[in-house]
């Protein structure tokens, strides 16, 4: 396993669950320093059409309690290659489920004619915030059909 001086990673890190701590202990793992970039509330909105249940100061302070977390920044839009020029990272550690699509090839390419690494990391299975969101909104309701 190749060690990176400084890594990068990004998420909304909504509703953290084990798969977000999964992929940032990997990724420390396999550098010194990790930077991570939380979703602004105005990125999710834009980006997903949809509102964070957890707001952004909030997502920050727990992806800062993370003893894997060194530095956590704003993510304020999806520009991987801008991300490289503030905060010059070595490595960019991505679960695989964006692996191939535009977005990813675009910044891979990009990245690697400065020498930046792209790192996907298997994607934890059967967990997303998503999952959590729809698994709660399934349980609000079924619980308003028992009390009726």
């Given at each position: 396993?190749?060690?990176?001086?400084?890594?990068?990673?990004?998420?909304?890190?909504?509703?953290?669950?084990?798969?977000?701590?999964?992929?940032?202990?990997?990724?420390?793992?396999?550098?010194?320093?990790?930077?991570?970039?939380?979703?602004?509330?105005?990125?999710?909105?834009?980006?997903?059409?949809?509102?964070?249940?957890?707001?952004?100061?909030?997502?920050?302070?727990?992806?800062?309690?993370?003893?894997?977390?060194?530095?956590?920044?704003?993510?304020?839009?999806?520009?991987?290659?801008?991300?490289?020029?503030?905060?010059?990272?070595?490595?960019?550690?991505?679960?695989?489920?964006?692996?191939?699509?535009?977005?990813?090839?675009?910044?891979?390419?990009?990245?690697?004619?400065?020498?930046?690494?792209?790192?996907?990391?298997?994607?934890?299975?059967?967990?997303?915030?998503?999952?959590?969101k729809e698994t709660h909104g399934e349980?609000?309701?079924?619980?308003?059909?028992?009390?009726?």
């Amino acid at each position: 396993m190749k060690k990176y001086k400084v890594g990068y990673t990004t998420g909304v890190y909504d509703m953290f669950h084990i798969g977000h701590l999964n992929l940032l202990k990997r990724a420390k793992e396999q550098c010194d320093y990790l930077i991570v970039g939380v979703s602004t509330d105005e990125l999710v909105q834009a980006a997903k059409n949809k509102k964070s249940v957890i707001p952004y100061e909030e997502r920050v302070a727990i992806v800062e309690a993370i003893k894997y977390v060194d530095e956590v920044v704003a993510q304020e839009d999806k520009n991987k290659y801008g991300a490289w020029e503030k905060h010059q990272f070595n490595a960019m550690f991505v679960g695989d489920d964006w692996k191939g699509k535009p977005i990813f090839q675009e910044a891979e390419a990009k990245l690697k004619e400065v020498g930046v690494d792209v790192v996907y990391f298997a994607y934890t299975k059967d967990i997303s915030s998503t999952i959590l969101k729809e698994t709660h909104g399934e349980t609000v309701i079924l619980d308003k059909k028992l009390k009726v």
